[in-house]
């Protein structure tokens, strides 16, 4: 008896699964039962589990019936001449929706060539087996599996054109590329999931060669004409929002320029850029920690006794450029939220040059960072005046097998001298003896290998260099989203220590093992300055061991245990250590120092 | 010249290893009486470099020296082949935390046994083995049955397996037939018979019974379940699963000035804490070793030499070393803060603030390298 399972739940039990598994098939594709319905009969585990659920993850195939697949020439036709549509095909059984588990009942052959009596399925294209992502990685099958994971993964991290209405919206933080290309090697993917009308990334020419040494360690020699000419410029956007609050009480926010009596007002300059309304107008410059929009609340805890009307009883609430950015206001929208509030969104523009250490990738997964930016004289050229705009460094190759970026670079150099995309589609694509072959009636080496002058003395490069064209991604991880130093800044209100993080401008910690080293090095006095950021200096007194208190009324500092002032002496220390003491204190410990001249 | 008179002359406070081994280099390249003697200033001078100086953290040295490379051992460890024939015996990190722990109870506690000379053979080998090896009835026993009809159980003996370990089945039987039992055994027909002395015996109790003889002890040393012979650069010994050092010590063949457990706690008991010392280094050292890491031995050293000071094991951690330290700051900074901090506030304990954690949390200089030194000059105050 095989049981079986409808969505997870036991139904029932049958004596022919195979039967069952096949009817319950068969009404599908007659339409008897929804398409959604997929089962599967696990001979190892006796039983037949049939899902119908949400959140299954399914692919078309196309059914085969005794070798031949189901889907002709004519269906094909007649879609063409919009006679048919894919959702009539599900509907007739063609294609099918397959989930994960029935998958595992099937035999899908992956080309037509290859289907034999046993097959049930056949992929409506090879490449199918691998998802979008993947399967915009030109020449996929001449590279290692994990460099097109990589490849797929930073295909998602480009910036690009995301969306053509980007001016009119407010995403929190968006990228675009200013001059975007769509590829020269490209594959059908990118027609199917409309790619074209968003490209991200730039046709670039490569050289494959060390140039000084820059481009050690994966790193990228760019050619600098080429960033002033616009490669790899975008714009960063990020949107900034202030609400007009309602508390209780009546009260609520102001937006407006604040008062100087406000609590916690800014510098008057800090509030130059704001109109008479309180927010920041379009195209104005703005640097980091400028107010976009004044705001201004009530105090979060009102006082019992001391009601003060005015200003004083308000506290600065203004929204501010994030530390590290800046730009130029792009846009304001005044607008309302749900409960009726007045809502402000401002829109900053930041120009992104390219800069040293910025990240580019190719799709292959080769990525790198840029290492120097040199003029264009300087850099090799052809003998028809070619300068790459990318040097790459040789050794990145063979280790990482990406042979499918070297044939990028033969397809793209001859997409570029032709003036036609070359298709690099999965399995489908053009062969590398067509690409050679047609390198070779455009005028040039059929290795894709060109004789090279050095720019600076314009001598002849004894050997022949490796170049052509490839496509390349600039990735969202740029320096300046990353750069950080500090050498005094804010401190956390507790411990009086550093902040964390580059956001709270913080400090970088010399952490547990770190300390070890300083220790085992004997550097004690190097570790104690390093620690020092949170040093004190408190009366504590000789006789009773417990921090003294300064009394301004009297004008003296004084022990609370034995008031008198004649035994308190100044200590250094950690304030974290005085927090330490005051914590025992609460817990009634009486941890008293024993303090000694050390001369 | 005779260099070695030379040596001692001028270098006496050299190590003996030291000294002999730049003797017969001297000897080696037959130096002159100048070259001999430049060569041992330069060896003295740089055996002075190589010492610790007054201040230096030695013990954060061999903590990182040694726990650095352990944390390479956590990601390759675990699946490795066990060694000679079958015995496994706990590696890597595992076997290091156990030894620097000091467990009470080892994973997989095992003894290198070492022979006489006279047994010095694979036959000799193999019957001191059998000597130690554990053997009990089921170890020699292929098949059981019980008799419903006579009440009775009856063994088949394994004679292939009686004959390796040397045992006839006379010697069964009156093994079988030592101390307090129910039963009464004999031999039939090859066959090991065991005859209750109850007559009327239920089938359960036989069945008990039955368990009961199969765990009978026939031969060897108990606790000790696996004993393999093994041949290095031409000399047999014998590696245990499983530990009785007093008892293996007696048994004739083995050579008792060699013979260890692998158990730093056994080896304390028997031959006493230096033995253990010595124990826990070896043991600790070879587990680093093993895994083809490169760590001084003089860091295992230290490890050992601190855990066994006092004549006691003592783990590293809490209950152990960790826990001993003199300061509360430091006690309370590793581990249940909050025990340590009330136990002190309840003895009424000072801290000296002698030591480096201490000085780390109160932001003082720490009393290692250049802050050991307390003369302090303020030139303001004339």
């Known amino acids: 008896m095989t049981d079986v399972f409808l969505n997870g739940k036991f139904v029932g039990e049958t004596e022919q699964p195979k039967e069952l598994v096949r009817e319950v098939r068969e009404k599908r594709r007659d339409g008897t039962l929804p398409e959604e319905f997929n089962a599967r009969y696990n001979v190892d585990e006796e039983n037949i589990r049939i899902n119908t659920d949400s959140g299954r993850v399914r692919r078309p195939l196309v059914r085969v019936e005794d070798g031949e697949p189901l889907l002709t020439e004519e269906h094909v036709e007649k879609i063409k001449e919009g006679e048919m549509k894919w959702s009539d095909l599900v509907e007739e059984g063609i294609i099918e929706w397959i989930d994960a588990s029935e998958e595992e009942d099937l035999l899908v052959a992956p080309r037509e060539e290859e289907i034999t009596e046993k097959h049930t399925h056949i992929e409506i294209h090879p490449a199918n087996i691998l998802g979008i992502n993947a399967s915009l990685v030109p020449f996929p099958e001449y590279n290692r599996g994990d460099r097109i994971s990589y490849g797929a993964k930073m295909i998602g991290q480009t910036l690009g054109f995301y969306s053509a209405n980007y001016p009119l919206r407010a995403d929190t933080k968006s990228n675009i590329l200013s001059y975007p290309q769509t590829p020269l090697v490209t594959t059908q993917t990118e027609e199917a999931v409309e790619l074209e009308k968003h490209p991200a990334g730039q046709n670039v020419v490569v050289a494959l060669l060390s140039y000084k040494g820059f481009n050690i360690e994966d790193a990228l020699i760019v050619n600098r004409s080429s960033v002033e000419r616009g490669f790899a410029r975008s714009y960063f956007f990020r949107t900034y929002d202030a609400e007009k609050q309602r508390y209780s ?151 990482r097998q990406t042979v499918g970026q070297l044939l990028e670079v033969l397809a793209g150099k001859v997409g570029a001298l032709s003036g036609q995309k070359v298709d690099a589609t999965p399995f489908t694509g053009e062969k590398e003896e067509d690409l050679r072959e047609k390198l070779r009636e455009l005028g040039f080496r059929s290795d894709g290998k060109e004789v090279l002058y050095n720019g600076t003395t314009g001598e002849m490069m004894e050997a022949e260099i490796f170049q052509g064209i490839v496509y390349y991604e600039k990735l969202e991880h740029m320096v300046s989203n990353k750069i950080h130093a500090r050498s005094r800044g804010p401190v956390t209100l507790l411990t009086k220590q550093p902040t964390e993080g580059r956001a709270k401008e913080g400090g970088l910690r010399l952490g547990e093992m770190e300390k070890d080293c300083f220790i085992g090095h004997g550097a004690s006095m190097t570790l104690k300055e390093r620690f020092s950021s949170d040093e004190v200096t408190l009366p504590i007194c000789k006789e009773c061991g417990v921090i003294a208190v300064e009394d301004e009324n009297k004008g003296e500092v004084r022990c609370p245990m034995c008031e008198e002032s004649e035994h308190v002496e100044d200590v250094e220390m950690s304030y974290a250590f005085k927090l330490l003491l005051d914590e025992l204190k609460s817990m009634t410990i009486y941890p008293k120092m024993n303090i000694e001249e050390s001369v | 010249m005779d260099y070695e008179e030379k040596v001692d002359e001028m270098c006496e406070e050299l ?344 000085n780390v949390i109160i932001n003082q200089t720490v009393p290692v390298g250049t802050g050991m030194y307390e003369v302090s000059y303020n030139p303001q105050t004339e």
């Open chain 1, 249 to 399: 009480g009546g009260q609520e926010d102001d937006i407006g320029i604040p008062d100087k009596d406000v609590r916690g007002y800014r510098s008057e300059e800090a509030y130059s850029h704001l109109s008479e309304d309180g927010v920041v107008p379009p195209e104005v410059d703005i640097e980091s920690g400028d107010v976009l929009v004044g705001k201004t609340s009530p105090l979060r805890f009102m006082g019992t006794g001391e009601f003060v009307t005015g200003m004083q009883n308000r506290r600065e609430t203004s929204v501010t450029v994030r530390h590290g950015e800046g730009g130029v206001s792009d846009k304001v929208l005044l607008s309302e939220t749900e409960d009726g509030n007045k809502l402000v969104k401002v829109t900053l523009r930041e120009k992104r040059v390219p800069e040293l250490g910025d990240k580019f990738a190719t799709r292959h997964g080769q990525k790198g960072v840029i290492g120097l930016l040199e003029p264009e004289e300087d850099l090799p050229f052809t003998k028809d005046g070619v300068t790459p705009d990318v040097i790459l460094n040789p050794h990145g190759i063979p280790s």
């Open chain 2, 15 to 358: 190590p003996e290893k030291v000294r002999s081994r730049l003797v017969d280099r001297m000897e080696d390249e037959d130096l002159s009486e100048a070259e001999a003697e430049e060569l041992i200033e330069n060896t003295k001078e740089a055996y002075d470099k190589c010492k610790f100086e007054p201040g230096e953290a030695i013990g954060v040295v061999s903590a990182q020296s040694i726990s650095e490379p352990a944390t390479q051992m956590t990601m390759r460890t675990y699946h490795v082949a066990g060694s000679a024939q079958g015995v496994e015996i706990t590696q890597g990190l595992p076997r290091l935390i156990e030894i620097v722990d000091a467990r009470k109870t080892i994973k997989t506690p095992s003894m290198d046994v070492y022979l006489k000379d006279d047994y010095q053979t694979e036959e000799g080998a193999r019957e001191v083995a059998n000597e130690i090896r554990e053997t009990k009835m089921l170890d020699v026993v292929t098949e059981d049955r019980i008799d419903l009809l006579n009440l009775v159980v009856e063994f088949d003996l394994d004679t292939d397996s009686l004959d390796n370990i040397g045992l006839s089945e006379e010697e069964v039987i009156s093994n079988l037939n030592k101390g307090r039992r129910k039963y009464e055994a004999e031999s039939e027909d090859g066959m090991v018979k065991i005859v209750p002395k109850e007559d009327d015996i239920s089938v359960r109790d036989l069945q008990k019974m039955k368990n009961k003889v199969m765990d009978k002890h026939l031969k060897g040393i108990k606790g000790i379940s696996q004993a393999v012979v093994t041949e290095t650069d031409g000399e047999w010994s014998i590696q245990t699963l499983g530990t009785n050092l007093k008892k293996v010590l007696k048994v004739e063949g083995v050579d008792p000035t060699r013979t260890v457990s692998g158990d730093p706690r056994e080896m304390q008991k028997v031959f006493g804490i230096e033995a253990c010392r010595n124990t826990i280094l070896k043991e600790g050292h070879e587990t680093i070793m093993e895994q083809g890491l490169d760590v001084d031995v003089r860091h295992m050293m230290l490890v050992a030499d601190t855990m066994t000071v006092d004549g006691e094991i003592k783990a590293i951690g809490r209950y152990g070393v960790a826990g001993e330290k003199g300061s509360v700051l430091a006690r309370a900074s590793f581990e249940v803060t909050v025990r340590h901090l009330t136990e002190a506030s309840i003895k009424g304990e000072v801290d000296e603030l002698n030591s480096t954690v201490e």
